[in-house]
Nanobody, 115 residues
Framework: QLQASGGGWVQPGGSLRLSCATS????????MGWYRQAPGKQRELVAH???????SYAESAKGRFTISRDSAKNTVYLQMNSLKPEDTAVYYC???????????WGQGTQVTVSS
């Protein structure tokens, strides 16, 4: 089970922190990712953190977004700063086991950036 939260409305230049709480999986064994899907567009990867802590970001997110994970809380976060209208989308978290290819998706949380 993945439960995403933290979305909402924010003005351009603002910040939000998304959280994805997991349960029922061995969190430390999973790579975690944040994806987003804007209306009429395909779902795209925004940020990724492996079970070992290796980070990667989409070009659009570099320098503005930070992904992190807390093994004590079995939670992954996405800190989003300097938000732009084009960041408006439903954001999803994903847990993927790199050894078994098992993957789980959260339910999505809406982020709206507008003035």
């Amino acid at each position: 089970q993945l439960q995403a939260s933290g979305g909402g409305w924010v003005q351009p230049g603002g910040s939000l922190r998304l959280s994805c709480a997991t349960s029922g999986i061995s969190f430390s064994a999973y790579d975690m990712g944040w994806y987003r899907q804007a209306p009429g567009k395909q779902r795209e990867l925004v940020a990724h953190i492996t079970s070992r802590g290796t980070l990667s970001y989409a070009e659009s997110a570099k320098g503005r977004f930070t992904i992190s994970r807390d093994s004590a809380k079995n939670t992954v976060y996405l800190q989003m700063n300097s938000l732009k209208p084009e960041d408006t989308a439903v954001y999803y978290c994903k847990a993927a086991n790199p050894y078994t290819s098992t993957a789980y998706w959260g339910q999505g949380t809406q982020v709206t950036v507008s003035s």
